[in-house]
Nanobody
Framework: RLVESGGGLVQPGGSLTLSCVAS????????MSWFRQAPGKEREGISC????????YYADSVKGRFTISRGSVKNTVYLQMANQKPEDTAVYFC??????????????????WGQGTQVTVSS
């Protein structure tokens, strides 16, 4: 089971960090991804971190602004979001991947989804 948290309202240019906690399995055994879905739009992959933490991947829309990482102790993956824009408004989901290739492609072919957390960027 994956549970996201940390969403909320943030002003343009602001920062927010999302957390995804796994229960029942170790995220250390999986590539982990973040996706988002804006109203009326398809769910899109925005970032993934490989199982061994050696590779991270980002969509062009968030590259240079968002950072994905794993907690060193807790069974958690984070998404640090900086310099946020109104177009970042969406429900954010974490997910597991079973291969680094699918992770690198930010593929929606995932093993498990969380329930999502809302992020709203507005003044």
């Amino acid at each position: 089971r994956l549970v996201e948290s940390g969403g909320g309202l943030v002003q343009p240019g602001g920062s927010l960090t999302l957390s995804c906690v796994a229960s029942g399995f170790s995220i250390g055994s999986y590539d982990m991804s973040w996706f988002r879905q804006a109203p009326g739009k398809e769910r899109e992959g925005i970032s993934c971190i490989s199982e061994n933490d050696q590779n991270t991947y980002y969509a062009d829309s968030v590259k240079g602004r968002f950072t994905i990482s794993r907690g060193s102790v807790k069974n958690t993956v984070y998404l640090q979001m900086a310099n946020q824009k109104p177009e970042d408004t969406a429900v954010y989901f974490c997910a597991t991947h079973i291969s680094d290739y699918l992770c690198s492609q930010l593929s929606k072919d995932v093993g498990a989804w969380g329930q999502g957390t809302q992020v709203t960027v507005s003044s």
